[in-house]
């Protein structure tokens, strides 16, 4: 049985290896850091879901309530904010559906992102410059954190993916520009 993520001791790497094998590649700071945000994502979602609702039941934010956006340049890719917004000061995660064969060019964002890929394989790389060779496939289940200033691209190859990352604003989306 596994046990609750606050019971994880995040200066044990074998806790972290045993209870959460996903993070146990992390250094106990970025475990922490990945922690901490995990919990606060859970703080944040009680009051924005109305968990404590006027009837006293959850309110929850469905898929049919976000509102998708879609950058003029890249009709493959599609985004919704299901809590706070890129301006806002604060925790927010974005939902985001790359369509198979769809890319993101290589970008920065000045905060560190949480992703976790919800359907389908996302490819993932880092650097100025794309090298499909060196991209690494983020299965459906998986993680990945692009840290803060770090360029990094994006492929859905094998078909639709959609994930949502979390991070804290305000926030932004810059091109790399070679």
């Known amino acids: 049985m596994m046990k609750s993520f606050d019971a994880i001791d995040p200066g044990d790497p074998l ?9 146990a590649r992390l250094d106990p700071e970025g475990f922490a850091l990945v922690r901490a945000l995990f919990l606060s994502l859970l703080g944040a979602l009680a009051p924005a879901t109305g968990a404590a609702g006027s009837s006293g039941a959850p309110e929850p934010i469905t898929a049919e ?24 000061a604060g925790l927010y995660a974005l939902r985001v559906i790359l369509a198979k064969g769809g890319r993101i060019p290589p970008h920065t964002h000045p905060d560190t992102r949480y992703s976790t890929i919800l359907s389908g394989t996302l ?56």
Do not use: I
């Not at 090298?131 to 954190?145: E, K, T």
């Open 15 to 23: 806790a972290q290896q045993r209870e959460c094998p996903q993070l």
């Open 65 to 88: 309530s976000l509102k998708w956006f879609s950058p003029p340049a890249n009709a493959l890719l599609r985004g919704a904010w299901v809590l706070g917004a890129e301006s806002e």
């Open 123 to 178: 490819y993932v790389g880092f650097g100025e410059v794309v090298h499909d060779a060196d991209m690494v496939a983020v299965p459906a289940g998986g993680v990945y954190v692009a840290p803060a200033k770090v360029p990094h691209y994006l492929w859905a190859k094998d078909g639709d993916v959609t994930y949502q990352e979390g991070g804290a604003g305000p926030t932004s989306t810059l091109p790399v520009r070679p």
